[in-house]
Protein backbone atom coordinates (compact mmCIF):
# COMPACT_ATOMS: atom_id res chain seq x y z
CA UNK A 1 0.00 0.00 0.00
CA UNK A 2 1.57 3.19 -0.70
CA UNK A 3 0.74 6.68 0.58
CA UNK A 4 1.22 9.51 -1.63
CA UNK A 5 1.09 13.30 -1.15
CA UNK A 6 0.13 16.18 -3.89
CA UNK A 7 3.70 18.20 -4.19
CA UNK A 8 2.06 21.26 -5.80
CA UNK A 9 0.16 22.24 -2.52
CA UNK A 10 3.18 21.43 -0.61
CA UNK A 11 5.81 24.01 -1.99
CA UNK A 12 2.76 26.49 -1.91
CA UNK A 13 2.24 26.40 1.74
CA UNK A 14 5.74 25.85 2.51
CA UNK A 15 6.18 28.83 0.83
CA UNK A 16 3.67 31.25 2.42
CA UNK A 17 4.73 29.57 5.80
CA UNK A 18 8.48 30.76 4.97
CA UNK A 19 6.84 34.27 4.71
CA UNK A 20 4.58 34.40 7.67
CA UNK A 21 7.05 33.12 10.09
CA UNK A 22 9.25 35.87 9.53
CA UNK A 23 5.95 38.06 11.11
CA UNK A 24 6.43 36.15 14.25
CA UNK A 25 8.05 35.53 17.44
CA UNK A 26 6.46 31.91 18.77
CA UNK A 27 5.38 29.12 16.43
CA UNK A 28 2.54 27.16 18.01
CA UNK A 29 2.77 23.54 16.61
CA UNK A 30 -0.43 21.31 17.04
CA UNK A 31 0.14 18.03 16.93
CA UNK A 32 -2.16 14.69 17.37
CA UNK A 33 -1.43 13.47 20.50
CA UNK A 34 -2.34 10.14 19.37
CA UNK A 35 0.73 9.93 16.69
CA UNK A 36 3.11 13.08 17.38
CA UNK A 37 5.63 11.71 15.23
CA UNK A 38 3.91 11.03 12.63
CA UNK A 39 1.97 14.38 13.06
CA UNK A 40 4.85 16.22 12.86
CA UNK A 41 6.42 17.79 10.03
CA UNK A 42 9.69 18.04 10.47
CA UNK A 43 10.40 21.28 8.03
CA UNK A 44 8.84 23.48 10.87
CA UNK A 45 11.83 22.70 13.09
CA UNK A 46 14.07 24.45 10.05
CA UNK A 47 11.62 26.76 9.51
CA UNK A 48 10.87 28.19 13.15
CA UNK A 49 14.27 27.07 14.07
CA UNK A 50 14.71 30.89 15.22
CA UNK A 51 11.81 31.52 16.90
CA UNK A 52 9.93 30.26 20.44
CA UNK A 53 8.21 27.04 20.04
CA UNK A 54 4.86 25.84 22.08
CA UNK A 55 3.56 22.10 20.71
CA UNK A 56 0.19 21.71 21.55
CA UNK A 57 -0.54 17.71 21.97
CA UNK A 58 -4.40 18.45 20.84
CA UNK A 59 -7.00 15.80 20.12
CA UNK A 60 -5.18 14.68 23.97
CA UNK A 61 -8.97 13.59 25.11
CA UNK A 62 -8.74 10.60 22.73
CA UNK A 63 -5.08 9.40 23.43
CA UNK A 64 -3.74 8.11 26.56
CA UNK A 65 -3.54 9.84 29.32
CA UNK A 66 -0.06 8.18 30.75
CA UNK A 67 1.47 9.14 27.14
CA UNK A 68 0.18 12.40 26.90
CA UNK A 69 2.15 12.64 29.79
CA UNK A 70 5.43 11.00 28.43
CA UNK A 71 5.19 13.34 25.60
CA UNK A 72 4.49 16.56 27.18
CA UNK A 73 7.89 15.96 29.32
CA UNK A 74 9.65 15.07 25.98
CA UNK A 75 9.03 18.32 24.79
CA UNK A 76 10.14 19.94 27.66
CA UNK A 77 13.44 17.81 27.80
CA UNK A 78 13.97 18.87 23.91
CA UNK A 79 13.78 22.65 25.30
CA UNK A 80 9.93 23.04 23.50
CA UNK A 81 7.32 24.10 25.50
CA UNK A 82 4.12 21.62 25.75
CA UNK A 83 0.74 21.27 26.58
CA UNK A 84 -1.65 18.64 26.04
CA UNK A 85 -5.31 19.83 24.88
CA UNK A 86 -8.54 19.33 24.02
CA UNK A 87 -8.96 22.62 21.67
CA UNK A 88 -12.79 22.12 21.52
CA UNK A 89 -13.09 23.21 25.06
CA UNK A 90 -12.56 26.43 25.87
CA UNK A 91 -11.78 25.66 29.78
CA UNK A 92 -8.42 24.74 28.73
CA UNK A 93 -7.43 27.75 26.88
CA UNK A 94 -6.55 29.74 30.34
CA UNK A 95 -2.85 26.85 30.52
CA UNK A 96 -2.21 27.98 26.67
CA UNK A 97 -1.99 31.70 27.74
CA UNK A 98 -0.16 31.25 30.74
CA UNK A 99 2.41 29.27 28.52
CA UNK A 100 2.02 31.53 26.03
CA UNK A 101 3.44 34.14 27.84
CA UNK A 102 5.82 32.07 29.85
CA UNK A 103 7.52 30.87 26.25
CA UNK A 104 7.48 34.62 24.82
CA UNK A 105 8.83 36.46 28.48
CA UNK A 106 12.68 36.76 27.22
CA UNK A 107 11.09 39.14 23.89
CA UNK A 108 9.18 40.76 26.05
CA UNK A 109 11.65 41.32 28.51
CA UNK A 110 13.92 42.44 25.81
CA UNK A 111 11.28 45.29 24.44
CA UNK A 112 10.72 46.34 27.62
CA UNK A 113 14.13 47.02 28.12
CA UNK A 114 14.32 49.01 25.07
CA UNK A 115 11.70 51.08 25.88
CA UNK A 116 9.18 49.50 23.86
CA UNK A 117 6.09 48.99 26.48
CA UNK A 118 3.11 47.93 24.00
CA UNK A 119 4.33 46.12 21.44
CA UNK A 120 2.64 42.66 21.57
CA UNK A 121 4.35 38.94 21.07
CA UNK A 122 3.44 37.89 17.76
CA UNK A 123 2.79 33.94 17.28
CA UNK A 124 1.00 31.65 14.46
CA UNK A 125 -0.25 28.44 14.60
CA UNK A 126 0.99 25.46 12.44
CA UNK A 127 0.10 21.72 11.77
CA UNK A 128 -1.29 18.94 9.24
CA UNK A 129 -4.59 19.34 8.05
CA UNK A 130 -7.08 18.11 10.33
CA UNK A 131 -5.36 18.30 13.50
CA UNK A 132 -7.72 20.84 14.99
CA UNK A 133 -5.90 24.16 14.05
CA UNK A 134 -9.19 26.15 13.28
CA UNK A 135 -10.67 24.76 16.25
CA UNK A 136 -8.08 25.76 18.39
CA UNK A 137 -8.06 29.55 16.92
CA UNK A 138 -11.82 30.05 17.68
CA UNK A 139 -12.02 28.56 21.32
CA UNK A 140 -8.69 30.56 21.89
CA UNK A 141 -9.35 34.03 20.65
CA UNK A 142 -13.21 33.41 21.83
CA UNK A 143 -15.40 36.16 20.82
CA UNK A 144 -13.73 38.97 23.09
CA UNK A 145 -10.64 39.45 20.65
CA UNK A 146 -11.19 42.04 17.95
CA UNK A 147 -9.68 41.78 15.11
CA UNK A 148 -6.52 44.12 13.88
CA UNK A 149 -5.17 44.28 10.51
CA UNK A 150 -3.78 45.84 7.36
CA UNK A 151 -1.64 48.10 10.14
CA UNK A 152 1.15 49.97 9.07
CA UNK A 153 4.46 47.38 8.69
CA UNK A 154 1.93 44.37 8.39
CA UNK A 155 2.24 42.48 5.74
CA UNK A 156 -1.24 43.93 3.33
CA UNK A 157 -4.59 41.75 4.33
CA UNK A 158 -2.40 39.77 7.53
CA UNK A 159 -5.15 39.05 9.90
CA UNK A 160 -4.04 39.57 13.75
CA UNK A 161 -6.15 38.65 16.41
CA UNK A 162 -5.72 40.38 19.69
CA UNK A 163 -5.59 38.14 22.57
CA UNK A 164 -4.70 40.40 25.29
CA UNK A 165 -2.09 43.15 25.29
CA UNK A 166 0.51 41.36 25.46
CA UNK A 167 -0.35 38.48 22.94
CA UNK A 168 -1.68 38.69 18.56
CA UNK A 169 -2.18 35.50 16.96
CA UNK A 170 -2.06 35.41 13.00
CA UNK A 171 -5.77 34.37 11.93
CA UNK A 172 -4.40 32.03 8.95
CA UNK A 173 -2.60 28.81 10.69
CA UNK A 174 0.12 27.16 8.59
CA UNK A 175 -0.55 24.21 6.98
CA UNK A 176 2.28 21.47 7.10
CA UNK A 177 1.87 18.66 4.90
CA UNK A 178 2.39 15.12 6.32
CA UNK A 179 5.77 14.28 5.27
CA UNK A 180 5.94 10.53 4.74
CA UNK A 181 8.96 8.66 3.05
CA UNK A 182 8.19 6.01 5.78
CA UNK A 183 5.24 4.44 5.10
CA UNK A 184 5.10 3.36 8.53
CA UNK A 185 3.74 7.35 9.15
CA UNK A 186 2.00 7.09 6.25
CA UNK A 187 -0.42 4.29 7.71
CA UNK A 188 -0.63 5.78 11.11
CA UNK A 189 -1.80 9.20 9.59
CA UNK A 190 -4.61 6.99 7.62
CA UNK A 191 -5.53 4.93 11.12
CA UNK A 192 -6.52 8.41 12.64
CA UNK A 193 -8.27 9.29 9.45
CA UNK A 194 -5.74 12.25 8.15
CA UNK A 195 -5.50 10.67 4.73
CA UNK A 196 -8.51 10.41 2.58
CA UNK A 197 -9.94 6.97 2.92
CA UNK A 198 -10.78 6.43 -0.70
CA UNK A 199 -7.36 6.59 -1.82
CA UNK A 200 -6.62 3.48 0.59
CA UNK A 201 -7.00 0.13 1.26
CA UNK A 202 -9.32 -0.18 4.49
CA UNK A 203 -9.00 -3.95 5.09
CA UNK A 204 -5.30 -3.45 5.30
CA UNK A 205 -5.22 -0.74 7.45
CA UNK A 206 -7.68 -2.25 9.65
CA UNK A 207 -5.83 -5.65 9.78
CA UNK A 208 -2.06 -3.62 10.71
CA UNK A 209 -4.49 -1.71 13.48
CA UNK A 210 -5.19 -4.98 14.99
CA UNK A 211 -1.65 -6.09 14.96
CA UNK A 212 -1.03 -2.47 16.88
CA UNK A 213 -3.55 -3.13 19.27
CA UNK A 214 -2.70 -6.35 20.61
CA UNK A 215 0.73 -5.60 20.75
CA UNK A 216 0.35 -2.03 22.38
CA UNK A 217 -3.20 -2.41 24.42
CA UNK A 218 -3.73 -6.04 25.00
CA UNK A 219 -7.57 -6.90 25.92
CA UNK A 220 -8.68 -3.80 24.33
CA UNK A 221 -10.76 -5.66 21.17
CA UNK A 222 -11.71 -9.21 23.14
CA UNK A 223 -13.22 -5.95 25.90
CA UNK A 224 -15.05 -4.38 23.08
CA UNK A 225 -16.30 -6.93 20.62
CA UNK A 226 -16.09 -10.43 22.64
CA UNK A 227 -13.55 -12.10 20.49
CA UNK A 228 -10.23 -13.67 21.30
CA UNK A 229 -7.08 -11.92 20.50
CA UNK A 230 -4.93 -15.06 20.81
CA UNK A 231 -4.45 -15.46 17.37
CA UNK A 232 -3.21 -13.64 13.52
CA UNK A 233 -4.64 -10.59 13.45
CA UNK A 234 -6.02 -11.49 9.92
CA UNK A 235 -8.31 -13.99 12.18
CA UNK A 236 -9.17 -11.51 14.93
CA UNK A 237 -10.76 -9.29 12.01
CA UNK A 238 -12.52 -12.01 10.87
CA UNK A 239 -14.13 -12.73 14.45
CA UNK A 240 -14.55 -9.01 14.55
CA UNK A 241 -16.65 -9.01 11.15
CA UNK A 242 -19.12 -12.03 12.20
CA UNK A 243 -19.62 -10.46 16.04
CA UNK A 244 -20.64 -7.34 14.17
CA UNK A 245 -22.89 -9.14 11.65
CA UNK A 246 -20.68 -7.22 8.69
CA UNK A 247 -22.37 -9.37 6.18
CA UNK A 248 -22.44 -9.12 2.07
CA UNK A 249 -26.13 -9.22 0.66
CA UNK A 250 -25.52 -12.18 -1.39
CA UNK A 251 -24.12 -14.16 2.02
CA UNK A 252 -20.44 -13.96 3.41
CA UNK A 253 -18.13 -11.52 5.52
CA UNK A 254 -18.48 -8.06 4.34
CA UNK A 255 -15.00 -6.81 5.61
CA UNK A 256 -15.00 -3.80 3.67
CA UNK A 257 -17.92 -2.53 6.59
CA UNK A 258 -16.02 -4.76 9.24
CA UNK A 259 -12.86 -2.18 8.57
CA UNK A 260 -15.06 0.83 8.33
CA UNK A 261 -16.25 -0.14 11.31
CA UNK A 262 -13.23 -0.55 13.17
CA UNK A 263 -11.57 2.71 12.32
CA UNK A 264 -14.31 4.69 12.64
CA UNK A 265 -14.53 3.33 16.20
CA UNK A 266 -11.19 3.91 16.72
CA UNK A 267 -11.32 7.41 15.57
CA UNK A 268 -14.08 8.26 17.61
CA UNK A 269 -12.30 7.05 20.92
CA UNK A 270 -15.33 4.18 21.29
CA UNK A 271 -12.47 1.89 21.69
CA UNK A 272 -11.03 3.66 24.17
CA UNK A 273 -8.16 6.32 24.52
CA UNK A 274 -5.17 4.70 22.75
CA UNK A 275 -1.69 6.11 21.87
CA UNK A 276 0.05 4.67 19.21
CA UNK A 277 3.05 6.63 19.19
CA UNK A 278 4.99 6.57 22.51
CA UNK A 279 8.26 9.03 23.25
CA UNK A 280 12.06 7.90 22.25
CA UNK A 281 13.18 6.51 25.72
CA UNK A 282 15.10 8.99 27.83
CA UNK A 283 18.84 8.68 27.90
P1 LIG B 1 -7.67 21.96 11.00
O1 LIG B 1 -8.08 23.41 11.08
O2 LIG B 1 -6.33 21.71 11.58
O3 LIG B 1 -7.79 21.36 9.64
O4 LIG B 1 -8.67 21.12 11.94
P2 LIG B 1 -10.12 21.53 12.49
O5 LIG B 1 -10.02 22.60 13.52
O6 LIG B 1 -11.04 21.72 11.36
O7 LIG B 1 -10.51 20.18 13.28
C1 LIG B 1 -10.71 18.95 12.62
C2 LIG B 1 -11.68 18.08 13.40
O8 LIG B 1 -11.10 17.71 14.66
C3 LIG B 1 -13.00 18.77 13.77
O9 LIG B 1 -14.01 17.81 13.74
C4 LIG B 1 -12.79 19.18 15.21
O10 LIG B 1 -13.99 19.29 15.94
C5 LIG B 1 -11.98 18.03 15.73
N1 LIG B 1 -11.15 18.43 16.88
C6 LIG B 1 -10.34 19.50 16.98
N2 LIG B 1 -9.71 19.52 18.16
C7 LIG B 1 -10.12 18.41 18.83
C8 LIG B 1 -9.78 17.85 20.11
O11 LIG B 1 -8.96 18.36 20.87
N3 LIG B 1 -10.41 16.68 20.44
C9 LIG B 1 -11.28 16.05 19.61
N4 LIG B 1 -11.83 14.91 20.02
N5 LIG B 1 -11.62 16.55 18.39
C10 LIG B 1 -11.04 17.72 18.02
P3 LIG B 1 -15.19 17.89 12.72
O12 LIG B 1 -15.20 19.19 11.99
O13 LIG B 1 -16.41 17.45 13.39
O14 LIG B 1 -14.73 16.87 11.74
P4 LIG B 1 -14.97 15.35 11.92
O15 LIG B 1 -14.92 15.05 13.39
O16 LIG B 1 -16.34 15.15 11.32
O17 LIG B 1 -13.87 14.74 11.15
New binding site residues.
Partial sequence: MQYQWYPGHMTKAKRQMQEDIKLVDLVVE?VD?RIPVSSHNPDIDELGKQKSRLVLL?????ADEAKNQAWCEYYKAQGSYAVR?????RGGMKAVQAVIQEACKEKIEKNRRRGILNRPVRAMVV????????????SFAGKACAKTGNKPGVTKGKQWIRLNKQVELLDT?G?LWPKFEDQTIGLHLAWI?SIKDELLNKEEMAVELIGELQNSYPGILEGRYGISEETEPVAVFEALAQNRNCLKKGGGLDYGKAAALLLDEF?S?KLGRITVEAPPAAG
Fill in positions: LANKADLLDARNGIPNVGKSTFINPIGRG
